[in-house]
């Protein structure tokens, strides 16, 4: 499997710039946890117990619930929607244990795809980055999200966990510049 990371540009508009930013730190995450075992992938580096294969589905969720959820007022889709999270906040994280890097690659690479698919199907519907998403927040969980705000929540959210795999392989493996 070789996965391309491509570098944003340093000069386009600002939609190109922010997906440019979003594709290479998707990139990031997945060169982080290629070839790694089950086993490696459910390492942690105390005291945190994040793992990578955690990241994995972690980021494929987050992916779904900000493009497909509230960006386009979908549904949550398998397995999300019928994942434990009351019992379990960080489901997504926990319930990786175990998985195979195929299993949860394809997951990522599937959740992706469809929060490309949202994202075109958005913009081509309407192209400003300061209207509101389909998803109506509840009052007390304050204001909407803008489309501008999903995508820069998405560059902060994929370059946080970025930081954190480059510490996890690093302790696993001692990869530096994956």
């Not at 690659?105 to 959740?111: G, K, R, Y």
């Not at 994929?158 to 001692?174: K, V």
Request: glycine residues 6%; proline residues 6%; negative net charge.
């Amino acid at each position: 499997m070789t996965i391309e990371r491509p570098e944003p540009a340093f000069s386009s508009d600002e939609v190109t710039m922010l997906r440019g930013f979003i594709d290479h730190y998707r990139a990031t995450i997945r060169l982080q946890a290629s070839g790694l075992t089950a086993a490696q992938l459910d390492q942690t580096l105390p005291p945190s117990d994040l793992t990578l294969g955690g990241m994995l589905k972690h980021l494929a969720f987050v992916e779904d619930y900000w493009f497909s959820y509230n960006l386009m007022g979908n549904e949550p889709a398998p397995p999300w929607d019928t994942a434990p999270w009351s019992e379990d906040r960080d489901w997504d994280w926990h319930s990786a244990a175990g998985a195979s890097h195929a299993e949860l690659d394809a997951l990522l690479v599937e959740a992706i795809e469809r929060s490309e698919r949202c994202l075109d199907e958005s913009l081509a519907a309407d192209p400003e980055l300061d209207r509101r998403v389909a998803r109506v927040r509840p009052p007390e969980k304050g204001e909407n999200a803008t489309l501008r705000w999903v995508l820069v929540h998405m560059v902060e959210e994929y370059a946080r966990h970025a930081g954190h795999a480059d510490l996890i392989r690093q302790s696993i493996d001692g990869a530096v510049d994956v």
